[in-house]
């Protein structure tokens, strides 16, 4: 008889989890779960109340967690704990990271550069069964190329310098009825300036064929591209697989860039979920 698996995957606003019991799934959706602000208690407390109800009284065998701040051990430790708490008896408890959850669901037990692209940016070489080089992520601040907050800072930049013609300004204004004083609070003075640049990556999906807004998008994934894939020696004999919302939505851009730096495209992902059900799975 198979095991019953809980797959997690969890940033810090929102978690997936999908059950596996034989060829049926089951997914649910709570609040996410950042280690760094809450306890082992309130992650309990948090999964007693949010995921319990939705499995009925499922006997679940095995927890595979991929979480935000996981690759730190005290928090992988949290995360353990408060699992344990809420389901008794499991034989596997596996928390680990949202870089090895992109690794799995991109390739599985095959070899090649995982990339994320979402809020923030990350990139590692996978060699099929653990990550062999990560990519330093130094956050929205020093780092995070191609990511949500790095684009979403570039259209907050081009509308603050007047560098958005007349026409993209109305159109940003029309959107968010914003003015410089406003956007400079919510980036300094309020938490999560992070989602908060990130926000406004819509406005470029909104607007694409507008050249100031082709620039914005592929400079700034040609910058993840230069400062983290060309430094793996793989990624010329290996597969480029991405998994994120900007992955999935600035695909076509993915694709003509990895055509002009001579990379293979693997696949590409919105999120790491499907991927993760077809690993498990095996």
């Not at 978690?15 to 950042?34: H, P, R």
């Not at 640049?197 to 909104?206: G, M, N, R, V």
Request: proline share 2%; glycine share 8%.
């Amino acid at each position: 008889m198979s095991s019953v698996k809980l797959i997690a995957d969890s940033g810090a606003t929102k978690a997936e989890w999908c059950l596996l019991d034989g060829k049926k799934t089951k997914t649910v959706f709570t609040q996410g779960i950042s280690p760094y602000f809450l306890d082992a208690t309130q992650i309990s407390e948090i999964l007693q109340k949010e995921l319990l109800p939705h499995l009925k009284q499922a006997s679940v065998d095995e927890v595979h967690y991929y979480g935000t701040g996981c690759i730190n051990a005290n928090n992988n430790r949290i995360v353990k704990q408060a699992i344990r708490q809420v389901f008794q008896d499991l034989s596997v408890v596996e928390v680990t990271h949202d870089v090895m959850a992109a690794a799995r669901a991109l390739y599985g037990n095959s070899k090649g550069i995982a990339c994320i692209l979402g809020t923030g940016s990350s990139s590692c070489y996978y060699n099929g069964k653990n990550i062999a080089i990560n990519r330093p992520g130094l956050g929205y601040v020093l780092g995070d190329e191609g990511s949500g907050a790095y684009l979403g800072r570039k259209v907050l930049q081009y509308f603050m310098y007047q560098t958005f013609d007349e026409e993209l300004t109305g159109r940003f204004q029309i959107k968010y009825n914003l003015d410089n004083t406003a956007i400079l609070e919510n980036v300094y003075k309020k938490p999560l300036a992070n989602r908060y640049l990130a926000s406004f990556t819509p406005f470029l999906s909104e607007n694409r064929g507008h050249y100031m807004i082709e620039n914005i998008i592929e400079d700034g994934l040609n910058d993840f591209f230069f400062h983290h894939i060309c430094k793996f020696r793989e990624s010329w004999n290996m597969p480029i697989s991405f998994v994120g919302g900007i992955s999935f939505h600035f695909q076509d851009v993915l694709k003509e860039l990895c055509r002009m730096y001579e990379f293979t495209l693997g696949k590409i992902l919105k999120n790491p979920m499907e991927g993760l059900v077809s690993y498990h799975r095996l």
